[in-house]
């Protein structure tokens, strides 16, 4: 009998073991499941981004809600840049960055590094610094170098340089260019590879789509580049758009960037109801609006799409409703230019999206 009983015990010991360990791959396995993107970023066959503000993702339940669903690619809209993350001389602050990482790993998002090197958000340390060309050389390196270590790994591609050039060739006065002279794209470029041989290294500018001129001179700028032997991945045109930008030069842009072999990132987009140049002072969005900006969203989504899908690195919108975008950060100038409505509802340019991403490919 008491061998029967320990018999029975052991076997009920396993069984229930076995119990508990088919629980816990269960609950394993529901947990991986239930946080993988079900939205846009699950529909399209490159990653669909935001940028995120970590302060709204803490605070914020539908903003938080909606990045989970939708996208499969965040941008730090502000915690990765310098005055973030190294606020004071040599004194580097991780835990912002870090908690993003954390969530974007959570959600089975991959996070695009945004900006190394930028004349926007710089710390006051950095305004005021006093140096020779060596100091700031190593200034500009050591932030770099410091933080592609940090992150090594975890953030796979970076925009390395942000906003270089005006409309054309020549270069903006940034305190970069003021202290090292244009080599310091070059140098940016050298460190960054230096620091982690494996990340994809993006240049990054705004209009770039709105016609030749910015676009022919940045292509020249990474040609000089690698003529020098210094390896640019890929170009991200932040299309921050509006009613009125031709999508002929769109696609045009497009092609010129993957002729010459780069990653397209469509990096920062919004497109605004209120056309550039013109002051039409929108006090409010139109149907007829939002539908021409559901066609538009459409149109670009679905010449994204025709380029090769091995240099299709994303499409990233830059906020995710239309009460989060920095357009309205002028209160004299309210915009819509984002997927969602100020109730995290999808708008017509949802829509549009989705209509671009099964459009027919007539290439
Ligand atoms: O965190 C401080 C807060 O402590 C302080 O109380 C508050 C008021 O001074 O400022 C807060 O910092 C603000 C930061 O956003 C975080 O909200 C800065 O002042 C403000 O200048 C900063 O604006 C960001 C801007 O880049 C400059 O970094 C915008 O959110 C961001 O959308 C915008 O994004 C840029 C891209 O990086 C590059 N391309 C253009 C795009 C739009 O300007």
């Known amino acids: ?43 399209a066959s490159f990653p669909v981004g935001t940028c995120v503000n970590l302060n709204k993702l803490r605070a914020n339940p539908a903003y938080r809600a909606t990045i989970e669903r939708e996208f499969t690619s965040i941008t730090a809209e502000d915690v990765m840049k310098m005055d973030s993350l190294q ?16 969530f974007a790993r959570q959600h089975h998002q991959r996070v695009h590094g945004h900006a190394l090197v930028w004349s926007g958000a710089l710390p006051k340390w950095v305004l005021q610094f006093k140096g020779d060309t060596a ?53 940016a470029f050298q460190y960054a590879r230096q620091a982690d041989p494996e990340a994809l290294l993006f240049y990054n500018d705004f209009d770039l789509e709105n016609g030749p001129s910015k676009l022919n001179g940045t292509l020249r700028l990474l040609a000089r580049l690698k003529a020098q032997g210094i390896k640019v991945d890929g170009v991200g045109l932040q299309m921050h758009a509006s009613l009125n930008v031709p999508f002929s030069s769109i696609t045009e842009a497009f092609q010129k960037i993957a002729a010459q072999g780069y990653l397209v990132h469509v990096s920062e987009m919004d497109v605004q109801l209120n056309r550039y140049g013109q002051n039409d002072a929108l006090t409010q969005p139109t149907p007829a609006l939002l539908a021409e900006q559901r066609d538009y969203v459409r149109t670009v989504v679905a010449a994204y799409r025709k380029l090769p899908p091995a240099q299709q690195y994303g499409i990233t919108f830059w906020g995710v409703s239309d009460g989060d975008t920095w357009l309205r950060s002028n209160p004299r100038h309210p915009e819509w230019p984002l997927l969602f409505d100020d109730k995290y509802q999808p708008k017509p340019a949802y829509e549009g999206f989705r209509e671009g991403l099964t459009a027919p490919l007539t290439r």
């Open 1 to 43: 009998m008491r061998h029967i009983n320990l018999t029975y015990t052991k076997l009920f010991r396993s069984s229930r073991l076995g119990c508990y360990s088919v629980w816990f791959a269960l609950l394993l396995l529901t947990a991986a499941c239930a946080r993988r993107p079900t939205g846009l970023g699950a529909q």
């Open 87 to 102: 606020p004071r001389p040599n004194e580097f602050t991780w835990a912002s960055a870090d908690a993003l990482l954390r």
């Open 135 to 187: 100091a700031w050389d190593q200034l500009l390196r050591q932030h770099i170098t410091t933080t592609m270590h940090h992150f090594k790994g975890r953030v796979k591609a970076w925009d390395v340089v942000n906003e270089a050039l005006e409309n054309d060739d020549t270069f903006n006065r940034t305190i970069w260019y003021e202290h090292l002279g244009p080599g310091y794209v070059a140098h």
